[in-house]
């Protein structure tokens, strides 16, 4: 042989750090999918109450369509929202009177519904309540959207402000000294 000794290519060997371009561009796509499916399974999970709740709401309407009962009407439509009640704020679910009032008027957004469920809470308990059915149903649709849309901490927020002012000590004002008043044993300079 004639010429220079040629030896093998010698490569440097391959470390798994730092990854290739595509690699990275691999690993965005990944974390951008995940992002992804987390974002959409929450607003799947999130829309799922109110899509039941509208749902017995749409029974409820086929049954009294079918009978005409108002009474059973307004005892389902009743229970309908404490079940509502007891998912957005478990303590407000058993609270009655003023409390269960102040509740349900803080998810009506707006007259028509309150005047709606004002009408609910006054004429359930009669033999024969005397309801408009298709305004309450109305108003049972709005109530549901804004209750089970609304953060919960709205409507605990409610219930304990009520039970403060219900069984908190009446605030006494603390009497000021004023600066321009000398206290004993000190001189004004």
């Known amino acids: 042989m004639n010429g220079p000794v040629l030896r093998d290519i010698h490569l440097p060997p391959a470390h798994w750090w730092p990854p290739a371009p595509g690699w990275w561009l691999?690993?965005?796509?990944?974390?951008?999918?995940?992002?992804?499916?987390?974002?959409?399974?929450?607003?799947i999970a999130h829309r799922n109450p109110?899509?039941?709740a509208l749902r017995e709401i749409d029974a409820l309407e086929a049954v009294h369509a079918r009978d005409g009962n108002t009474a059973c009407l307004a005892e389902a439509a009743s229970q309908l929202m404490r079940r509502v009640a007891l998912r957005v704020a478990p303590d407000m679910a058993a609270q009655a009177g003023a409390a269960w009032d102040a509740f349900v008027l803080s998810h009506a957004p707006d007259e028509t519904t309150?005047?709606?469920l004002d009408t609910l809470a006054g004429e359930r308990f009669r033999a024969q309540p005397t309801l408009d059915a298709p305004a309450l149903l109305l108003a049972l649709r709005a109530w549901c959207r804004d209750a089970l849309r609304r953060p919960a901490t709205s409507s605990?927020?409610?219930?304990?402000?009520?039970?403060?002012?219900?069984?908190?000590?009446?605030?006494?004002?603390k009497r000021v000294v004023s600066r321009a008043q000398p206290s004993k044993g000190r001189v004004a300079p």
Do not use: D, E, N, T
């Open 26 to 43: 691999l690993a965005a796509v990944l974390l951008l999918a995940a992002i992804g499916v987390a974002w959409w399974l929450r607003r």
């Open 50 to 52: 109110v899509r039941a």
């Open 114 to 116: 309150r005047q709606a």
């Open 156 to 173: 605990r927020a409610v219930g304990a402000a009520l039970r403060v002012r219900r069984f908190a000590p009446p605030v006494v004002p």
